[in-house]
């Protein structure tokens, strides 16, 4: 879904809101003689992804002398929550250590991830140049769960599924050039991370 409202007397508003939500579930199944391990997801794995989105922003165009201005400002929340199950057959497996063969791979484990973000961008033109610095604010949660198997939640092996924030700032600069009608040139310098 998505609400604008962009009155025409006044350029400080263009005002965007946009939500956005999507559910996935997904099944891989391999044949009873074909290859699986626990590196492959077993021999079957159900996953669920469910993500929530909302984003607003609004863009204010105003002039500060010579120089034209299109600034942009936003904040958006990600809201995402997995579920996993990967049946590994087997005598290794169908033990209760195990839980009889249901649990979740090391490589996805399941649990929520909250992002909290806002943004600032202010693309400034002399003539043909516009010069666009812009930065970033995450804030990322990580909730993770513990596996259904008892043999995968011991702390002194690692087995750590504890709550996890990361915070970080990602700044972009960009440089547009419109030498001719039909001819353009840019440059651009970013720097951003990821969470873990």
Known sequence: MKYRYQPVDNPWVNLEVKYSESDVDQTDERGPNAFFQLATGGRR???EY???????????????????HSLTTGVELHRHAREVDMW???ATYNTRNYNYGHFQPAFMPHGKVDTNSAYVQDAITLGQVTLTPSLRYDHVRNRGEQNDAPFYNVASAGHDYGDKTYTGWSPRLALFWRATDNTA??????KTWRPR
């Open 45 to 47: 794995m159900d996953t």
């Open 50 to 68: 469910k993500d929530r989105n909302v984003e607003v922003r609004n863009t204010s165009q105003f002039d500060t002398g010579v120089l034209e």
């Open 88 to 90: 590994m057959p087997g």
């Open 185 to 190: 040139f840019f440059a651009d310098y970013s």
